[in-house]
């Protein structure tokens, strides 16, 4: 089993940027392909970014291309999200999300593995 634990969330204004980061645990050589997702209060869970194993292959939402960028290091099996030029839409929380398989997927029920989520507020 993997463990997947985020971290960076916070409050900032818009305008501002914020870095998250997601630590893989456990069964490691099992995480391929990992991404984020959000949910924003009273939606569903929507998908945000995900990137292959070796950092080749990014794809993103419509909404936050140009503004997020998805990173990994696979030597200390971390996942990252620079957030740029945030706006009030992009309040959620963030999730973390992994799987065995090499495909990304914009679908999030095609996602195995789940961390917590960490909270990210911007104020306008």
């Known amino acids: 089993q993997v463990q997947l634990v985020e971290s960076g969330g916070g409050l900032v204004h818009a305008g501002e940027s914020l870095k998250l980061s997601c630590t893989a645990s456990g069964r490691t050589s099992s995480v391929n392909a990992m991404g984020w997702s959000r949910q924003a209060p009273g939606k569903g869970r929507e998908f945000v970014a995900a990137?292959?194993?070796?950092?080749?292959?990014?794809l993103y939402a419509d909404s936050v291309k140009g503004r997020f960028t998805i990173s990994r290091n696979i030597a200390n099996h971390t996942l990252y999200l620079q957030m740029n030029s945030l706006k009030p839409e992009d309040t959620a929380v963030y999730y973390c999300n992994s799987r065995d398989g090499t495909a990304l997927f914009r679908d999030v029920t095609k996602w195995d593995e789940w961390g917590q989520g960490t909270q990210v507020t911007v104020s306008s």
């Open positions: 990137i292959n194993r070796n950092g080749a292959i990014l």
